[in-house]
């Protein structure tokens, strides 16, 4: 045992003694919400977004939220803090809670909080400087009219599906597609390509409305370079010029191999290299203290 603690329903607890029960939903079913945050040098980066985009989320699935949005941004900093932890990774958890062998939340009469914090660096390593080499993968995006992407669930099943696929082709990371052949989304972040100057991702229907995301669109936006929001296909990811992702773990990370081709020149672009060191010096000064003075 290390020392971290786990916050559970109201208990700060060691890790290796957080434990829920066989018969939470959140494990039998998948039936619980999560988010994924960031702290960066005593700061959390995006906590009142990411707690907003939690409570939607259980709101989407019907999950009362077992405290309110000041409660839980209060747990979260209490967490890193007997970690003693400045650069972190975050994960808030609630569950249906405890039920049955039954499908009905009905059955659940209390959900569960859970929190886990701990220590974070570079998700992709000497990756930032060469650049991730991705394949397409045959797992297709859960149809929004089904599962919608936008409910950060339990369940990831999916994402899982195409990360496995990925991993046997020899990519770093998968980028899924959705029923209709449209760019979704990676296993766990979001696409951005670059072509003729012109920023373009995918609009948040197939895919999730990734926090990292709208920081890389205010960026994109203040430093003044075209940007829109379309469908995008395979032609576009092959022909681009500049390729990149984002997500809370992932940052910003350049893409520089598509399905064994190069992206552009095969190198990290200029326009890349920007949006990075932009999205850095935010992470250094933006954020909600964890310690006081």
Known sequence: MDGMVVYIDGKFVPKDEAKISVYDHGFLYGDGVFEGIRAYDGRVFRLDEHVDRMFDSARAIDLEMPVSREK?????????????????????????????????????????????????????????????????VCIRRNSYDALPPNIKSLNYLNNILAKIE?????????????????????????????????????????????????????????????????????????????????????????????DGRPVGDGKVGKITKRLMEEFKKRTEVEGTPIYEG
């Open 72 to 136: 839980l941004k209060s747990i979260i900093l209490e967490c890193l803090r007997r970690n003693n932890l400045r650069n972190a990774y975050i994960r808030p958890i609630v569950t249906r809670g405890v039920g049955d062998l039954g499908l009905d939340p009905r059955k659940c009469k209390k959900p569960s909080l859970i929190v886990i914090t701990q220590e974070w660096g570079a998700m992709y390593g000497d990756l930032y400087d060469r650049g991730l080499s991705v394949v397409t």
């Open 166 to 258: 990925a991993n046997v082709k020899g990519g770093d990371e998968a980028i899924i597609l959705d029923s209709n052949g449209f760019v979704s989304e990676g296993s766990g972040d979001n696409i951005f390509v670059i072509k003729k100057g012109v920023v373009t991702t995918p609009p948040t229907v197939n895919n999730l409305k990734g926090i990292t995301r709208e920081v890389a669109i205010e960026i994109i936006e203040e430093i003044g370079l075209p940007f829109k929001e379309a469908n995008l296909g395979l032609f576009d990811l092959y022909t681009a010029d500049e390729m990149f992702v984002t997500g809370t773990a992932a940052e910003i990370a350049p893409i520089t191999r598509i």
